[in-house]
């Protein structure tokens, strides 16, 4: 399947204050990943929808998930179906994948992995894992 044909996901970890979103394809390829302010969110992710052809939404089912799929589901411009995945343990696996997509520089190399906090929000990299659980749960 070529790029411009390959189906497109959106990964969408909500929370009260910010939110981890991504796109990848089946591939595994990432084509955009951010964290945004809550209070950006629906104008993020339509414009994200648009521009990816977006064709499933994959979000984390725990805190703030049915409040957002609500809204979701009557604030997006288009409608795309939602799959709620399981999102435990996310957090803690985001932070070891932040260090295998950015590897530590300088001292932080020195630190054992367990105690690297990375430098900056990593729900982005949980928004990616959403849609890797999805991709597990369906083979």
Not at 40 to 45: E, F, G, Y
Not at 62 to 82: A, C, F, G
Request: aromatic share 8%.
């Amino acid at each position: 399947m070529n790029q411009e044909t390959s189906s497109k996901l959106l990964g969408f970890d909500p929370g009260r204050d910010k939110c981890g979103v991504a796109v990848t394809d089946e591939q595994g390829n990432i084509y955009y990943h951010e964290v945004i302010e809550s209070s950006q969110a629906i104008s993020t992710l339509n414009n994200l929808i648009q521009q990816f052809s977006i064709n499933l939404l994959v979000m984390g089912n725990q805190t703030t998930s049915k409040q957002w799929k609500k809204r979701l589901e009557n604030e997006l411009l288009v409608s795309v179906p939602i799959v709620l995945i399981d999102e435990r343990n996310s957090t803690l696996e985001a932070r070891d994948r932040y260090w295998e997509m950015y590897p530590p520089q300088g001292l932080i190399r020195l630190l054992p992995a367990g105690m690297r906090n990375p430098p900056r929000p990593i729900d982005d990299i949980v928004a990616i894992l959403l849609i890797e659980r999805y991709f597990n749960s369906i083979k």
